[in-house]
């Protein structure tokens, strides 16, 4: 009688309603996506960093003079459009991928929780993270550059970009359908995007070959900043609708939802199935090899083989995360063809061929990537997850481990050169004499070490591996820019701004080393690169914490 009346006097919990649901999906999204690093500086940080660069560089000049239209007028729509791609191309795509990786879609039966809401909410985090985006940089061009909103044409503005951020997140939900695991999907949709970005003219302003504007205005970026510019220019008549650009974008939508809802469904590759088998990132393995018996079973392994094995480890970790492959490798060597085929190998730039100038910046970029920010964010992390902490246990020492990691961080940066020079030997007739490449191999271990060595200080002052990648890559960007390791021919201030910095010399050297005229050694540039190295190591050994601040993950 009591358990009838206990259960006839209980009343089952509400179901949440969809807009319940709805927003609850949608703030775990923009909870993800704030946390992601990649999510931030391509969505935030690129544009803002690019459109700066540019009004720094360009000085706001007249673009076009028969009507008066300044750089910022044209640079700030194609910022725009930038953000809108990287806001809702890669988050969606990656997003989705990694819950479909982990069953977390294939679990949504068990919940109540419908998949089109969760695939809403992530299209929703796109949605907030490129209105943001965009309202960015159209604050820093009106506010930084006099830039003008016409007001005619704001209805037509705010309907392409409403269409272009549904476009680019239908085409996420297509890679991630498509894509195996979500390695490939990070893969995938970041490197398209890069080159998308690239053959449609936003990256660069003017100066295009006429086969990139034809190829560009078959895919939706093209079309997409066409309109906007044609919308931020106070000298074009009309509303600003475009019928053409819009039929484009809707087009690739459809696309791309059609080829999501025909493949969504269905679960994970064999190979992405079983993601708990990956073994994490920062690990000591590699160092003690069982032996079950012989008269060397009990020795402690040498100084050597123990750098030996962690510079092993690191390498293969490396390796297998897609996201580490596509930008210390595969971005410096697209970069490097799309560049050279842009300006031509036959332009020359202060005496040197423009493909051996742009060979060492990508050289250097490489090693930046490696050694500046992928380097100092794994030992956060290690040291986050506590394997720092709990090498006093082991065999191991500490400056055998960072020595370890460091050493392979300086072969991957000699494999990027090596990738590059191959590509521009075979397609753009590249010659590096012998001494240069034999002059060229110190002043890679010297620049790599000078970065690894900043790279350690970001993670010795830094609270963890999140912020160390984040301020990692706002530092190396705009410092690439100033620099001129992308090549923007700016003002002589920006050069010397950049020449206090350890990126400048790096290039500096590398492209003396590696001049065809006749390689010789930047004295002056190594002396800054190694005076940076001394004072960034010493900063790091006095400043470098060995275990997780507390409050931290363990």
């Known amino acids: 009688m009591s358990r009838q009346t206990a259960v006839t006097g209980s009343r089952p919990a509400e179901r949440p309603g969809t807009g319940t649901l709805l927003l609850a999906q949608l703030r775990y999204t923009l909870t993800d996506l704030w946390r992601s690093r990649v999510v931030l500086v391509f969505s935030f940080a690129l544009p803002l960093v690019w459109l700066l660069v540019i009004g720094a560089a360009a000085g706001n000049e007249v673009l076009d003079e028969a009507t008066g239209l300044r750089v910022m007028q044209f640079a700030t729509p194609s910022a725009v459009a930038m953000g809108v791609l990287f806001a809702s191309y890669p988050p969606v795509a990656i997003g989705l991928a990694e819950a479909r990786e982990r069953g977390i879609v294939k679990r949504f039966r068990g919940t109540p929780l419908p998949p089109w809401l969760y695939v809403a909410g992530r299209i929703g985090g796109a949605v907030v993270f490129a209105s943001a985006a965009t309202l960015l940089a159209v604050m820093v061009g009106v506010l930084g550059f006099g830039v003008q909103i016409i007001g005619r044409t704001a209805p037509a503005t705010v309907v392409t970009v409403l269409l272009g951020i549904a476009c680019f997140a239908a085409l996420g939900l297509a890679v991630a359908a498509l894509s195996p695991t979500a390695v490939a999907a990070q893969a995938t949709s970041v490197s398209t995007a890069v080159v998308l970005a690239f053959i449609s003219g936003v990256f660069t302003i003017g100066g295009e070959l006429p086969w990139m504007a034809t190829v560009g205005s078959v895919f939706p970026l093209r079309p997409f900043a066409e309109a906007l510019q044609d919308q931020f220019d106070p000298f074009s008549p009309g509303a600003g609708w475009d019928a053409a650009g819009s039929a484009v974008l809707l087009v690739w939508g459809l696309t791309g939802a059609l080829i999501a809802a025909r493949f969504l469904g269905r679960g994970p590759g064999a190979r992405g199935s079983s993601p708990t088998r990956r073994s994490p990132a920062p690990t000591t393995g590699g160092t003690m090899p069982h032996r079950s018996a012989g008269p060397t079973a009990g020795r402690r392994p040498g100084a050597a083989r123990m750098v030996l094995g962690q510079a092993v480890a690191a390498n293969r970790s490396t390796w297998r995360d897609g996201g580490s492959v596509f930008f210390a490798l595969a971005m410096p060597v697209g970069l490097y063809a799309l560049f050279v085929t842009m300006a031509g190998a036959d332009t020359v730039i202060d005496g040197v061929?423009?493909?051996?100038?742009?060979?060492?910046?990508?050289?250097?970029?490489?090693?930046?990537?490696?050694?500046?920010?992928?380097?100092?964010?794994?030992?956060?992390?290690?040291?986050?997850?506590?394997?720092?902490?709990?090498?006093?246990?082991?065999?191991?020492?500490?400056?055998?481990?960072?020595?370890?990691?460091?050493?392979?961080?300086?072969?991957?940066?000699?494999?990027?050169?090596?990738?590059?020079?191959?590509?521009?030997?075979?397609?753009?007739?590249?010659?590096?004499?012998?001494?240069?490449?034999?002059?060229?191999?110190?002043?890679?271990?010297?620049?790599?070490?000078?970065?690894?060595?900043?790279?350690?200080?970001?993670?010795?002052?830094?609270?963890?591996?999140?912020?160390?990648?984040?301020?990692?890559?706002?530092?190396?960007?705009?410092?690439?820019?100033?620099?001129?390791?992308?090549?923007?021919?700016?003002?002589?201030w920006m050069r010397s701004v950049g020449a206090l910095f350890p990126l400048l010399h790096f290039q500096n050297a590398l492209t003396q080393a590696w001049d065809p005229a006749g390689a010789e050694l930047a004295w002056s540039d190594l002396a800054v690169l190694v005076l940076w190295g001394v004072v960034a190591a010493a900063v790091a050994v006095r400043s470098f914490r060995w275990q997780p601040r507390s409050g931290g993950r363990p």
Request: aromatic share 10%; glycine share 10%.
């Open 353 to 492: 061929p423009f493909p051996t100038l742009f060979a060492a910046s990508m050289a250097v970029w490489g090693s930046g990537v490696t050694a500046f920010l992928n380097l100092p964010e794994s030992v956060a992390t290690a040291r986050d997850r506590g394997v720092l902490k709990r090498l006093r246990g082991t065999p191991l020492t500490p400056w055998q481990y960072l020595a370890g990691r460091t050493t392979a961080a300086l072969w991957l940066s000699v494999v990027v050169a090596a990738l590059v020079l191959a590509v521009g030997t075979a397609f753009f007739d590249v010659r590096v004499p012998t001494d240069g490449l034999l002059m060229g191999l110190p002043v890679l271990v010297i620049g790599t070490l000078a970065l690894a060595a900043c790279g350690f200080v970001l993670a010795a002052l830094l609270p963890d591996a999140r912020a160390v990648g984040a301020v990692g890559l706002v530092v190396l960007l705009p410092l690439a820019f100033f620099s001129e390791v992308f090549f923007l021919d700016g003002p002589e």
